[in-house]
């Protein structure tokens, strides 16, 4: 799997997208309520697909004013069969495109789970989303 962050203009919402997963468990959560703006800064998202320019330089999605043509070659990205798209969340970023944040979580073949917040101010929305569940009328 490819997960690379990159850098996000704004802070944007966390759009949850699987709520029916365990760990929602205990929540009001639903498929596509939005959360508060803790996406933003540095971001990570899955690249499905890896394109490369040059031997020096790879592009892992085709975004303006990166061509969308001329690539030397491009391959398939290894994800993990059980990757799970906990939140996905539209960001702008530092390249002026539009592109998705996501949070995941899988389990890797030795077992240990793998949990990315897709956003490095994660731990700083901690708070505002325990204050925005509060106000959602939130009990847990």
């Known amino acids: 799997m490819v997960c690379k962050y990159l850098l996000a203009l704004v802070n944007r919402a966390i759009v949850f997208i699987n709520t029916s997963f365990w760990s929602f468990n205990g929540t009001s959560l639903k498929d596509n309520d939005i ?3 803790i996406v933003g800064v540095e971001y990570d998202r899955v690249f499905e697909t890896i394109y490369y320019y040059d031997d020096r330089y790879t592009q892992y999605q085709p975004c303006p004013p990166c061509p969308s043509n001329g690539f030397s070659r491009k391959i398939d990205a290894e994800i993990p069969k059980n990757l799970i798209k906990l939140a996905e969340s539209t960001v702008e970023n530092s390249d002026g495109c539009e592109d998705v944040a996501n949070v995941t979580f899988y389990t890797a073949n030795n077992g240990a789970k793998v949990f990315s917040a897709g956003t490095i101010i994660w731990s700083w929305g901690l708070e ?4 925005w569940k509060l106000r959602q009328g939130w009990k847990g």
């Open 35 to 37: 959360g508060p703006p």
């Open 128 to 131: 505002a989303i325990i204050v």
